[in-house]
């Protein structure tokens, strides 16, 4: 097939194949790249440098600047369902920027967990283990692209919608840029704001998707490891030394999945803070304009959006939950093992290790709260009550009477 041939990582491979854990990153890593937000390289470092400027300038910096100004320009020309639409992706984008700068700041960190990955690999030594990681990293590419899919559509149909009606898409503002003065430049204006958007929905894609892209070979690193404590004590003709060795290396391998969770945390607690913090309310807007103003077009456009706004959060929260309960399985899987005839030493150390499994690995958004299913339901929720407040105060009703003298 042409996709295999040019996109491998997303088709499982053999059994016989080594396992490489740092593939389930390989397109989100290559997307990062042309973010803009790595070491420019040597053979083409003023390309790099000319491209990451361009695209941070258009879509990290100036286009949550140009919402806000195009609001405060010509809030009075907008209809109820153009001001709600902007608004919506407003909001999103100034959320959009922060978790780009996050990832900036720490984007060494990616470098550094696909090593712990790498280390993580060298504890395998069965065909069934080395399954488990090809499945994963198969599932975290064509989520990587069913992410990518998902936003970009939504760009291109909000680009397509404004074309039909007949406005850019935003209407944000550029200086000396009119788009209601001639045909160029509004279509210099709309060719503008989709590529800021299309810029804005590629980051968003990377700083979204990269949690499941390194959680999802991580829980299946952790399935192994539990089925290896599992085992431990099962071979009659080892020694007690090599008995305590496995034990031993056992912890060993559990550090380096702690160590691989530490070196993640900061920016994983930093983007999701961020984004759960803006979900319903972003949610909630959509929402109305999707009820009393969109039209047919402006709908698709509304639910792709929310469709995207969900994606940020939804399928994470979902993996944590996942995740903890893995963590909280391998002390089930060590108590399991054949320890109750080894000797003083082996028990004693094992005491140990089983209260250090029973520590749940949870990641925390901002060291605020635990980002979980529940976390992520009670902020989407927040959603229905900004729309009910501005149904009882009759909001929705005022912006269409406002809007009415500008139509005619």
Not at 228 to 237: S, T, V, W
Request: aromatic letters at 14%; a positive charge.
């Amino acid at each position: 097939m042409v996709v295999r041939k040019y996109f491998p990582s997303m088709y499982t491979e053999e059994d016989s194949a080594p396992a490489k854990s740092r593939n389930a990153t390989l397109y989100l890593l290559r997307c990062v790249f042309l973010m803009g937000i790595r070491t420019p390289p040597q053979r083409f470092f003023v390309v790099y440098c000319l491209w990451s400027f361009a695209l941070n300038l258009c879509s990290t910096f100036y286009q949550p600047i140009g919402f806000m100004t195009g609001y405060i320009s010509h809030l009075s020309e907008f209809t109820p369902g153009e001001f709600l639409t902007s608004l919506q992706v407003a909001f999103n984008a100034w959320s959009c920027s922060t978790k780009v700068v996050i990832v900036w700041i720490l984007v060494k960190r990616f470098d550094v967990a696909t090593e712990i990955l790498d280390e993580m690999d060298k504890m395998l030594t069965k065909s069934s283990e080395r399954r488990n990681v090809h499945r994963a990293v198969a599932l975290s590419n064509r989520i990587f692209f069913f992410f990518m899919t998902v936003y970009i559509g939504y760009a291109t149909s909000t680009f397509i919608s404004a074309i039909f009606m007949g406005r850019p898409p935003y209407q944000n503002y550029y200086p000396w840029l009119d788009w209601r003065a001639s045909k160029w430049q509004y279509w210099l204006q709309t060719g503008l704001e989709y590529f800021a958007m299309l810029g804005a929905c590629f980051q968003d894609v990377c700083v979204d998707c990269y949690p499941i892209n390194f959680v999802l070979p991580l829980r299946a690193h952790m399935a192994n490891f539990a089925q290896r404590l599992r085992n431990l004590g099962d071979d009659p003709d080892e020694s007690a030394d090599e008995r305590y060795a496995k034990l031993v290396k056992c912890i060993k391998d559990h550090k380096v999945i702690l160590r691989f969770c530490d070196t993640l945390r900061p920016m994983i607690g930093g983007t999701i803070f961020v984004q759960l913090l803006v979900v319903g309310l972003v949610m909630g807007f959509t929402l109305i304009n999707i009820v009393k103003f969109a039209d047919f077009g402006s709908r698709v456009a509304a639910l792709s959006f929310m469709s995207a706004v969900l994606l940020e959060t939804t399928p994470f929260c979902t993996l944590c939950n996942y995740l903890t309960d893995d963590s909280l399985k391998l002390a089930d899987a060590l108590f399991e093992s054949n320890w109750i005839d080894q000797e003083k030493r082996y028990k004693t150390t094992l005491t140990h290790f089983l209260h250090n499994l029973q520590k749940p690995i949870v990641f925390m958004a901002g060291n605020v709260f635990t980002i979980s299913v529940a976390t992520n339901l009670t902020a989407s929720k927040f959603s229905f009550s900004v729309f009910t407040l501005v149904q009882n105060m009759d909001i929705a009703e005022k912006l269409g009477k406002l809007s009415k003298p500008h139509e005619n």
